[in-house]
């Protein structure tokens, strides 16, 4: 499915994508709900759930990963952004943090600013 077409669906449909994803990578190696539940050390149920995209905990779902050998699917997934080391001496320290602003549209100032 063209990364285009996902953009456009709901949140639902997104987490029934990723469990018919999920039970197609269990199917292929050849794991029962049950043989990958006990092997990831979930609940039947939670994995049931997972597939049937009816929600998840993130840790439910990094176990199975772990469990069929796919954690370099988070790579494809949340890949790690690609910056010059050049690009990074010239702005210096990053900020650890957005600075929110005030209501005026100023931005707030640190303890030590004022």
Do not use: C, W, Y
Request: glycine letters at 6%; a positive charge.
């Amino acid at each position: 499915m063209p990364v285009m077409t996902l953009s456009f669906k709901t949140l639902d449909e997104l987490q029934a994508v990723l469990g018919e994803r999920l039970r197609a990578l269990r199917l292929s190696h050849n794991f029962s709900q049950r043989e990958l539940a006990d092997k990831a050390g979930v609940s039947l149920r939670a994995l049931h759930n997972l597939e049937a995209g009816a929600g998840s905990t993130i840790e439910t779902f990094l176990r199975i990963l772990k469990a069929l050998n796919a954690v370099d699917a988070i790579e494809a997934l949340v890949p790690q952004p690609k910056v010059s080391p050049l690009a990074l001496l010239k702005l210096g320290d990053l900020p650890r943090r957005v600075r929110r602003k005030h209501k005026d549209g100023k931005p707030r100032m640190d303890a030590n600013e004022r």
